[in-house]
């Protein structure tokens, strides 16, 4: 699974957290509601990146092009799960979970 760049993967989780594959617009309305103030042409990059990289498919219907995540968000979290264990923790898995739970607890929820 070929890694992501921030932007890109914004551009993807609010893909794979949409109950219907979204157009152009809908993703840019998306990314923006989290503070981008980003033009079309720059979702469409990511989203090209995005389908070149395989995290998505693209398809034509009427004028638009609609976008579904081709590797499931499931199995992007458990990637980055063990990424970050292994970077971060050393493979430390108690540490980690320790670390997690002290975060939840200190920052809450949404930290």
Request: proline share 4%; charged share 30%; aromatic share 12%.
């Amino acid at each position: 699974m070929e890694r992501l760049s921030v932007c890109e993967e914004e551009v993807y989780l609010e893909i794979c957290w949409m109950s219907e594959p979204p157009a152009l617009e809908d993703v840019r309305s998306a990314v923006n509601r989290l503070g981008h103030e980003w033009k079309p042409q720059t979702v469409s990059t990511f989203l090209n990146r995005l389908v070149k990289k395989r995290y998505l498919s693209m398809w034509k219907k009427g004028r638009y092009y609609y976008y579904k995540p081709e590797i499931y968000l499931e199995d992007y979290q458990a990637a980055e799960c063990t990424r970050m264990l292994n970077r971060i923790f050393k493979g430390d898995r108690q540490r980690m979970q320790s670390c997690l739970i002290a975060a939840t607890n200190k920052y809450g929820k949404n930290g």
